[in-house]
């Protein structure tokens, strides 16, 4: 049991679902207490065994989810992460999670890293995140995905190239958060021009609903329209919304409650001195982790 927290780290960043992630790692734990206590002893690294089995469901997953995001009402988003100061279990009665289960938030994990690896193949991601970010040998990584380890070496290259082609200047964590802070208090006053301010004007927001709740089915492009679309809807809202900053998967974001529920989760992508993608997280499904207040 004390690989539970690396193997949720490792499903999370491979699915991008901590319901899935959780799912994959319970299964991983079955198949190793369904073999008998001479099959257990004769495996050299349970850990190491664990980490095989639970990667081959990821893959297998990922595979299938495929046709599940065609069917999927609107655009999908991977799960947001709350801080681990406060996770709330979505299990009944909200029972607060084990510290060793939460996943180590870091650049890795940040909904613009989740979101380009949702644009790789299952083999790709796989192959990427046990090499470049838990540092597997393209030898054990070709076990795992069932290719040689040439292959596997390039489809980590092929990644790299989705990754490099996605990324952005970097900008401080520092002028993240004031441009973050900015929109929240340009969106609290209605102000639709402090809005398109802090927008690109090629700006990108993307909502994911699931189908639960409303949501935009396709992505909105320009800085004026996504101003204009936040302020609406806002005003529209029924009962009282509340504003909150919140780090998001590890970045500056915001937390929209409604009547003290959480209702959306917002990560943002910043380049230089403007805002150029919010993710919008509205499925409740995804929002069972985070507290409400």
Same mark, same amino acid.
């Given at each position: 049991m004390s690989e539970h927290r690396r193997l949720i780290n490792l499903t999370y %960043?491979?699915?991008?679902?901590?319901?899935?992630?959780?799912?994959? =790692?319970q299964e991983a734990y079955a198949r190793w207490y369904a073999l008998s206590r001479e099959q257990q002893t004769a495996i050299g690294s349970p850990g190491g065994w664990l980490t095989k089995v639970a990667s081959r469901i990821c893959l297998d997953l990922l595979s299938s989810a495929r046709a599940r995001r065609e069917r999927y009402v609107g655009e999908w988003l991977p799960e947001p992460l709350p801080e681990p100061t406060e996770w709330i279990s979505g299990r009944p009665g909200g029972i607060t999670a084990d510290p060793a289960d939460r996943v180590t938030l870091d650049e890795s994990v940040s909904m613009a890293f989740l979101v380009v690896l949702e644009s790789m193949t299952p083999a790709e991601r796989v192959a990427f995140i046990l090499h470049d970010v838990f540092r597997y040998p393209f030898a054990e990584v070709a076990e795992i995905v069932g290719r040689t380890p040439a292959a596997c070496r390039q489809l980590a290259v092929s990644a790299r190239r989705r990754l490099r082609v996605s990324q952005t200047p970097a900008t401080s964590?520092? %002028?993240?958060?004031?441009? =973050? %802070?900015?929109?929240?208090?340009?969106?609290?006053?209605?102000?639709?021009?402090? /809005?398109?301010?802090? /927008?690109?004007?090629?700006a990108t927001a993307i909502g994911d609903g699931g189908g639960l709740v409303t949501a935009a089915l396709r992505p909105i492009q320009g800085g004026e329209q996504i101003a204009r679309l936040a302020v609406d809807v806002a005003g529209r809202a029924p009962g009282n919304l509340t504003f909150l900053e919140r780090r998001v998967n590890g970045q500056p974001g915001l937390v929209v409650q409604q009547d003290g529920v959480t209702v959306v989760v917002l990560a943002f992508g910043v380049a230089g001195d403007r805002i150029t993608h919010i993710w919008a997280v509205r499925n409740p499904e995804k929002l069972r982790s985070w507290a409400t207040e």
């Open positions: %960043r491979l699915l991008g679902s901590l319901a899935e992630a959780e799912d994959a =790692v964590g520092a %002028r993240r958060a004031d441009l =973050v %802070r900015a929109f929240k208090q340009a969106w609290e006053a209605g102000d639709i021009d402090a /809005l398109i301010g802090l /927008l690109d004007p090629d």
